[in-house]
């Protein structure tokens, strides 16, 4: 029952870099201006 927290919490660096690059194309621009 334990063993889903031990994979989101492993996941979660993995979860958001895909949010990340999802959402570069939005943030690119903000940071290159």
Known sequence: R???KRY????LPFF???V???LGSY???FLDN
């Open 20 to 22: 990340e690059q999802k």
């Open 8 to 11: 989101l919490i492993e996941g």
């Open 16 to 18: 958001r870099l895909i």
């Open 27 to 29: 943030k690119m621009p």
């Open 2 to 4: 334990r063993l889903w």
